[in-house]
């Protein structure tokens, strides 16, 4: 069952709706109708939240860990380790304002569509990449483009 609030129009606000544990977006429905909104708002802030409190854990265990290991070959293992995990974390820095720009998108209506063509993208896609900002269709052409003029610059 869901409940939300109503907008002026008598339309449920997408980002006041609750929606049941096992709810997910049919292609029954009208696409991103306020459930699809509301689900993948969901999605997209715990999402986010997963991982904010992942580098919370690793900042906190930066602060505790100590580099100073007498052992060489421990050192540099370690010190391997922690890039490792700073690169990691610089990623995922860079994923949240992806997550940041698709809520934004889901506010202005535009979360679902395609940047290039305006077509839909499909609700598996979206499942699976809920950042994605192309159909799959778009995101293949880009990437075959992207790779000729990459393989141009190189010759």
């Not at 860990?65 to 380790?81: F, M």
């Not at 950042?131 to 880009?142: F, K, P, V």
């Amino acid at each position: 069952m869901a409940t939300a609030l109503h907008d002026l129009n008598g339309e449920p606000k997408f980002d006041t709706l609750v929606l049941d544990d096992d709810y997910r977006p049919s292609d029954a429905e009208e696409f991103m109708c306020a459930k699809h909104k509301a689900y993948f708002l969901g999605k997209l802030r715990a999402w986010k939240e997963s991982i904010v409190e992942e580098s919370r854990a690793t900042m906190a265990q930066l602060q505790v860990d100590s580099l100073r290991e007498p052992d060489l070959a421990d050192r540099a293992s370690s010190e391997t380790d922690w890039s490792l995990e700073l690169r990691t974390r610089d990623r995922q820095r860079k994923l949240i304002a992806k997550i940041d720009a698709a809520i934004r998108r889901l506010y202005a209506d535009e979360y679902g569509y395609c940047d290039v063509t305006g077509e839909p993208i499909s609700l598996p896609r979206l499942e699976a990449r809920p950042i994605a900002t192309m159909t799959l269709e778009a995101q293949e052409r880009h990437e075959r483009t992207e790779r000729v003029s990459r393989d141009e610059r190189t010759d």
